[in-house]
């Protein structure tokens, strides 16, 4: 192996930092205690992984880069349209509606002239594609893969949703992405215990043993690792998840509850649009209605469904964008309630168009601001990086601008910092 550095980041979606037990996940376990933990280590809101994929790429808040949750509404053409951006062709009705993608570079971007970027990624299309965009690099998904200019990519990532295609797709990643290719920057994204745990109640034996199939990736990555630098100088390992998960009390139709209050005139009606994100809801206005506004927050905030609103300025404090069609953040109601199997956190949940019979009351869900969704895990191991418990303040933008950092790239422009 070369003396040049490189970067290996491996998330386990949904995959909160108080499920992360020796008896469930004893390669992570291990691994944190061989690591720098950021055991303070924060999620964005809303806490869904379309907005935490952009989140980490860019090392900026939603409100920078503009990818504002799992749900959005564009303008087209003067109406207010609510999409996922969990499908392929979101990203092409973003880039017509409002001339580009992302507004922040990624590390793709940044890292094309300096050994390049390879992400293989199993959970939805939106979330694997937000890493790279604009097509800086290679990105191999079982929706289609590409590599630089949006070339269509011949050997592709032909696997299933689940812990069966996230084996096989790790153990492609370390023979070829990490053995073979060697970019300075490779992604890993698995999909469990995300695609369990919607399904099934936290905690479970079936939640379980999706952890354990996901630790077992991580320790894949972690021995190849260790076989191609064994004295760990010029490896950075990063394993995380993107947000954690809450329990789902009950979920409400806020379309229909807009309704019978009268701030709507009907489900489909274009002057408020709702955006469900799970846990969590975005609001937004056209023009004519945007006088609702501090009313209807009123209101909201006086619902027994309600946790946190945010209108005004108050946006920014979520890091979200102030004088756009945005115009309320609602986050549901949360409390630190034990289910069944004594994982706590529980929440209301919004129900969504997209997400057909995901979350039910009783599983998992995320998107708002429980204890439990917004605290992810964060290990760091490599060069510089002394093994022990960090407390101070991290966040899912400060992976970005300490991996670059570590590569030797600038990172002007993000709001993320290094960590130490």
């Not at 995959?15 to 008896?23: D, E, N």
């Not at 949006?150 to 070829?176: H, K, N, Q, S, W």
Request: proline share 7%.
């Amino acid at each position: 192996m070369t003396a040049r550095r490189r970067a290996v980041v491996v998330v386990c979606d949904s995959l909160a930092a108080r499920l992360v037990q020796p008896q469930v996940a004893p390669a992570l376990s291990a691994l944190r205690s061989a690591s720098a933990h950021f055991s303070a280590a924060r999620s964005v809101f809303p806490s869904t992984t379309r907005t935490s994929s952009a989140s980490m790429a860019t090392g900026c808040l939603p409100g920078a880069h503009g990818l504002l949750g799992n749900t959005m509404v564009l303008d087209e053409d003067g109406q207010l349209v609510r999409l996922s951006v969990g499908q392929p062709g979101f990203l092409d009705r973003m880039r017509r509606a409002t001339g580009q993608t992302l507004r922040r570079p990624t590390w793709a971007q940044r890292l094309a002239a300096h050994g390049g970027a390879i992400v293989m990624s199993n959970v939805s299309p939106g979330a694997a594609y937000l890493q790279d965009p604009d097509s800086y690099g290679h990105v191999y998904h079982r929706s289609g893969s590409r590599g630089p200019g949006g070339t269509p990519l011949d050997d592709g990532l032909p696997i299933e949703v689940g812990a069966a295609g996230d084996a096989a797709m790790t153990e492609r990643f370390c023979r070829e992405v990490l053995r073979q290719r060697a970019p300075a920057l490779a992604v890993l994204w698995l999909s469990e215990p995300d695609h369990t745990a919607h399904h099934t109640a936290l905690g479970s034996p079936e939640h379980l043993a999706m952890i354990g199939r996901a630790d077992a990736c991580v320790d894949q990555v972690r021995r190849t690792v260790d076989a191609l630098d064994p004295q760990g100088e010029h490896i950075l390992l990063v394993a995380c998840s993107d947000h954690g998960m809450e329990t789902v009390g009950r979920r409400i139709d806020l379309d229909a509850l807009l309704v019978e209050a009268g701030w709507k005139s009907g489900p489909q009606s274009g002057d408020v649009v709702v955006a469900p994100n799970g846990n969590a809801a975005l609001l937004y206005f056209s023009e004519r209605a945007r006088a609702d506004i501090p009313a209807l927050a009123q209101w909201l905030q006086d619902q027994d469904f309600t946790g946190r609103v945010a209108w005004g300025a108050g946006l920014a404090d979520l890091g979200l964008p102030t004088g756009t069609a945005l115009g309320i953040a609602l986050a549901l109601r949360h409390d630190e309630t034990a289910n069944a199997h004594g994982v706590p956190g529980r929440s209301v949940a919004v129900q969504s168009p997209f997400s057909g019979d995901s979350s039910p009351p009783g599983c998992g869900q995320h998107g708002g601001l429980g204890s439990s969704e917004q605290q992810p895990f964060l290990y760091l191991r490599g060069p510089g990086l002394d093994p022990g418990e960090r407390s101070q303040p991290a966040s899912l933008i400060d992976i970005a601008p300490t991996v670059l950092h570590h590569l030797g790239v600038a990172a002007d422009g993000m709001q993320g910092r290094v960590l130490q």
